[in-house]
């Protein structure tokens, strides 16, 4: 079971602030936004007895909602073709379980979010890496590319859209490719859209709204991120096809029930006023903008402008990125405090690749991006493993 890529230099981080050092979290997509205070409201005036068991398949009152929400986006599905689960974690792993045999091969571009190796190890499911690169801005691989790695066994391929950990909003275009493919080979696509409501360029477009595909997509959802309700651990699989629905459902009945708590928060935000995801969005944005500017303007460092998500990919002007995360933790501070990154080589199912990014999520406000980026800024200077490029 590999480490998480995210978590692993968290015993670092912990001597650093035992000595006093304050430390920027942006190695881990966890909002500084707060929730919505009429989703904690439902929760608080909830009036019920015993908090029992809901479906299995989760609250019909709360799929009915979900439903409706997806109606704005232009998806229609029906109740029915919505599994509530605990977190976007559950629905990935059902849906891998549900829809690969052990020994079975996934295809996932990379770098991709890495806790798909940890879902796919507990499925039995072996991962097949497709590069992506920081040069073309982690653009969806060519279909070549593709079809040299499908063999008998590869049964699926998943994305994330917009992308976590490169913030890359496939375009329809490229969607349009996928389904091409998934067709030819008679595949799953799954379609992780875990901040589908975070674009800044262009409209999302949904693996759901690809039409002769039905029966082959499968999308996952969760509102930990778009209403910074990471622990209410409410997720969603939405699929039409029918044989898949009742697969994942055994597994669902297995587990017995999603959170309680959890659904009546998931069930409020569908009625916050419209405006929430734009104000939520337009201060992502500013987040986005002002890391992107401060990072390509730091000698050596390269960061791709992403469309969507919370996340940057930016290369440094390093010998080896794993080791500067744990020595910016380790060894360096500037007016008291120091940066936490995710190295970017645990996001690569490929030996040897990433070695110079990190990972970088935007999630604390503008003041304290900037603070971060004067941290990295002057670490850079003094590094010892700092490599020259032209
Ligand atoms: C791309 C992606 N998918 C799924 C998840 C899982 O989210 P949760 O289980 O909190 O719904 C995350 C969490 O960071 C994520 O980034």
Known sequence: MPASPIRRLVPYAEVAKSKGVKIFHLNIGQPDIETPAEMLEAVRNSTFKILEYSHSAGNESYRRKLGEYYSLANINVDHNEIIITTGGSEAILFGFMACLDVGDEIIIPEPFYANYNGFAVEAGVIVKPISSNIGTGFALPPPEDFEKIITERTKAIIICNPNNPTGYLYTKGEMEVLKTIVKKHNLYLFSDEAYREFCYEGEHFSSMQLEGVEENVIMIDTISKRYSACGARIGALITRNKTVLQTVLKFAQARLSPPGFGQILGEAAIDLPLDYFKK??????????????RLNDIPGVFCPNPGGAFY??????????????????????????????????????????????VRIAYVLNVQALNAAMDCLEKALEVYPGRILLE
């Not at 939520?280 to 500017?293: F, G, H, I």
């Not at 501070?333 to 199912?349: D, E, H, L, W």
């Open 280 to 293: 939520t969005k337009a201060e992502y944005q500013l987040r986005r903008d002002t890391l992107v500017k």
């Open 312 to 357: 940057v990919m930016a290369s440094l002007p390093v010998d080896n990125a794993d080791l500067f995360c744990e020595w910016i933790l380790e060894s360096f501070s500037y007016n008291g405090a120091t940066v936490m990154f995710a190295p970017g080589s645990g996001f690569y199912g490929s030996p040897s690749l990433g070695q110079r990014e």
